[in-house]
T-cell receptor
């Protein structure tokens, strides 16, 4: 199993450009998440989804949009990139229900630089 | 509110024990987790503890939970150079819909 796959792994953007990060999971998980990781800040939740067709805001949602049209995919969009969005972005997924521990399964990250 | 605090850096010698500490503020946490992040990689679950437990041991790893003080620790026995990584403490509440992570502790193991 591939687990959680993120594309692209690296991207350089100019200020004002738009782009979409794609996350795909093959574990049939209900929950999916987008985090950003910055030095000294740890991981901060951007948006998450508790099922196909649903999305919710996390701790730092401004400047990002998400969509979950298919259960296995969770897209993160930047409509007008800013240098403050330079970061490493991680997608994660998790199972739900009784007996589950809430473990998150992470992708390998997407490094985005905005010039 | 939710807040998870960790020290940022720990340096030990190979063969010593490492203890990484974490404090959290939400007393309704259901599970508490330790994740490991190696350079250039995503996070992987190392171990977890349910909130009604005080201790959990898994090979070289020992997790201690003090709910009164809202303190979680991870002890790694016989630390190896391959244990060098960033370790994140995290908590989940209720229906596990989101985890709150600490800022991470960078563990450096020297030969």
């Amino acid at each position: 199993n591939a687990g959680v796959t993120q594309t692209p792994k690296f991207r350089v953007l100019k200020t004002g450009q738009s782009m979409t990060l794609l996350c795909a999971q093959d574990m049939n998980h209900e929950y999916m998440y987008w985090y950003r990781q910055d030095p000294g800040m740890g991981l901060r939740l951007i948006h998450y989804s508790v099922g196909e067709g649903t999305t919710a805001k996390g701790e730092v949602p401004d400047g990002y949009n998400v969509s979950r049209l298919k259960k296995q995919n969770f897209l993160l969009g930047l409509e007008s990139a800013a240098p403050s969005q330079t970061s490493v972005y991680f997608c994660a997924s998790s199972e739900t229900g009784r007996g589950n521990t809430g473990e998150l399964f992470f992708g390998e990250g997407s490094r985005l630089t905005v010039l | 509110g939710e807040d998870v605090e960790q020290s940022l850096f720990l340096s030990v010698r190979e063969g010593d024990s490492s203890v990484i500490n974490c404090t959290y503020t939400d007393s309704s946490s259901t599970y508490l987790y330790w994740y490991k992040q190696e350079p250039g990689a995503g996070l992987q679950l190392l171990t977890y503890i349910f909130s009604n437990m005080d201790m959990k041991q898994d090979q070289r790893l020992t997790v201690l939970l003090n709910k009164k003080d809202k303190h979680l620790s991870l002890r790694i026995a016989d630390t190896q150079t391959g244990d060098s990584a960033i370790y994140f403490c995290a908590e989940s509440i209720g229906g596990y819909s989101t985890l709150t992570f600490g800022k991470g502790t960078m563990l450096l193991v020297s030969p």
